[in-house]
Each structure stands twice: as C-alpha cells, then as structure tokens.
C-alpha cells in the first residue's frame, strides 16, 4: 500500500485535535473529510454561533466538514459513507456508534491521551496529574464496542515534572499524540492496512507483547488489573478541595485542575460568610502540621505569604481566584484583605 491509498476522514473538536489534524496535512494524507461538533450558541443570549477549532482549521484548508446532532442519524450516515474512506481517525471527540466506526475497511483508530489500559475515559490528563503520576503518554488504537479498550497499535511515553500543571501536560501529549498518529499511519500503510496490535487485556494480564512499528515493549506497562485508574469526567463538584488529605495529594489535586476547571474551596469569614475561592498554584513547603487532621483548613499568615493546614502539614497557596474577582497572586490578595487568619476554608 502507498500512502496515497489512504482516504481518511478526520474526527475531532477542540484544539487539542487540531495539532493532529494539522499533522497529517502538512505531511501530504489525504483528509477527505472532516466531522466536529456542531457550532455552539456563545454570548449573552447565545445568540453567536462559534464555531470549534477543528472546523476552523478545515474550512481555512478547504476540507468539506459534517457536523451531526446524532451520530446515528441515517442523513450523517450516508454522508459520511460517500466519502468512501477507507480510514478513519478519531482525536477528542465523542463515542461513536458501531455504524459509524466499523464503516472503513481498514477501521478506526483513536489517540488518547494517556498509556491505555491506565486512565480510560474523558479527563485522562487532568486524573494523571491529580493521582500525582510522574508519567503518562499517548496511545493509539483501534475503537470497539466498549469504551478505550479496543486493541492499541503504538504508545508513546511523556514525563510529568513535579511542579507540572495541565496546562504543561496536555500541551505536551498534543504535540506528541500528533507525533504518535503519524508513526501509527506509517505502521498502517507498510503492513497494508493491518498492522500489528496487542489486545489491552494482555498488557493487564502482565504478558510480553512487542509492537514492531515503535520498537517498544508492552510488558515494561504491565500492570495487575486490580491498579487500573478510570479518568471519569470532571463536574464543578469534583473539583472541591478537600483540606483533611495530606498536603501532597492536595497539591497534585490542584495543579491537576489548574487552569482549567480550577480546584476550589470555601472560604469562610469570621462572620460566616462563605465566598467560593479557586486555587490555581500552591507549593509544598514541608512543614508539618502539628494539632492534626481536626484543624485542616485553619489559614497562616508568615513573611507575607498565605498557608493552609492540611492533614499532615502546611500548603502554601500561591495563584487565588475570589468569586467575582480576578485571578490574582497571594500577596495581592493579602493586600486587599485584613485579618485573613480569622478565616478557614473548608
């Protein structure tokens, strides 16, 4: 098979999708369509449509573009299938019914931003970070009938510093997924459309398993079943902080939502009033706390910078958000508020 062979419809919305969709333009595949959202009521009165970025890439690259309300609706479905792709290619976006996946003869593949089998499901960057992992990676493989368990074709790894936020991590797995789908469609094209694949449940199960097209060895993933991590999507509840964990999972929790959802927490006067606080950077400092657990979430004011009792010991917070107000760092903070060790947060 040559390169050229390929017709390949490109799936995906936000931007972390537009670095591999860029990719494989720039690198001369033949995208022959591309299918995103559809554009979504933004304003006061949600009366501007804005477009996703997918679409924008592909409408300035003149590539035709299907946005479907369902995934299954017959119109879409025929549409798609006029496209005659042969491949197709799936970057953030959203579960596919068998119709639609099963449809090219040399099938469907996804990149997903983690080392699959670890961290299934929407937020795999975000629970990296926040599970405090010191790596993480991008994976491609083939869809099924169950969600990100389909066989893996290529995996590649990607450190996490200790002081890494999302934003670092997810900027990082987009350019290197956008990498990985490439080495994938090389693989694709040289072993004509079928190319050698290692079933999830084996790198589970702990057994040896190469994969020819990165040169690397599933077994060095290998992991008991019983220790997979699941990545379940973040709703403003998930993001609360809570003060009684020790100040190393506080952290991690933090800067795996920073900055986007945001971790937060209530900060209570000492009047009562309770005023919505999101935390974007803190720092470990080390110091132990000394009462315990009960006095989480006391507040400490030393040399002009803010701490926060935690189970074990003190977090400093360094980057605040007050409901209404703009993000902003402590000092600036504790300049505009007297008597902040009168307050907790809880």
Not at 104 to 132: K, S
Not at 296 to 303: A, D, E, F, P, Q
Request: aromatic share 8%; proline share 5%; with cysteine.
């Amino acid at each position: 098979m040559e390169k050229s062979d390929l017709r390949i419809v490109f799936m995906g919305t936000p931007e972390f999708a537009v670095e591999t969709l860029r990719a494989l333009v720039e690198n001369g595949y033949n995208v022959v369509a591309v299918v995103t959202q559809p554009d979504k009521p933004v304003g006061r009165h949600g009366s501007v449509l804005q477009p996703s970025q997918v679409k924008q890439y592909a409408l300035e690259h003149g590539l035709p573009v299907l946005q479907p309300e369902k995934m299954k609706d017959p119109a879409f479905v025929e549409a798609l299938r006029s496209y005659r792709a042969n491949l197709q290619v799936v970057v953030a976006f959203r579960m596919l019914p068998e119709v639609v996946w099963a449809m090219p003869e040399y099938g469907t593949f996804n990149v997903h931003a983690a080392l699959l089998p670890q961290y299934r499901g929407a937020a795999p960057i975000n629970w990296a970070v926040i599970n405090g992992e010191t790596e993480t990676g991008v994976t491609t493989f083939f869809l099924d009938h169950d969600i990100d368990t389909g066989r893996i074709i290529a995996r590649k790894r990607f450190a996490i510093p200790d002081d890494a936020d999302v934003e670092y991590v997810y900027d990082g797995l987009m350019k290197l997924g956008a990498a990985l789908c490439l080495e994938t469609l090389e693989a694709i094209v040289a072993a004509d459309g079928h190319p050698e694949t290692v079933a999830q449940s084996e790198i589970c199960g702990g057994k040896t398993a190469t994969n020819n097209e990165t040169g690397s060895n599933h077994s060095q993933f290998a992991i008991p079943g019983s220790q997979l991590k699941a990545a379940p999507k973040i709703f403003k509840e998930t993001c609360e902080i809570d003060w009684t964990q020790t100040a190393k999972r506080v952290y991690d929790f933090v800067r795996g939502l920073s900055p986007v959802p945001g971790a937060w927490t209530t900060l209570v006067g000492e009047d009562g009033k309770e005023t919505v606080m999101k935390i974007y950077k803190a720092r470990k400092t080390g110091m132990v706390q000394g009462s315990g657990i009960q006095d989480s979430g006391m507040l400490m004011v030393k040399n002009k910078s803010l701490f926060v009792a935690c189970a074990d010991g003190w977090l400093e917070l360094v980057e605040v958000q007050l409901a209404g107000k703009k993000r902003m760092a402590v000092h600036d903070f504790l300049n505009g508020m007297k008597d902040v060790e009168k307050n907790k947060v809880k």
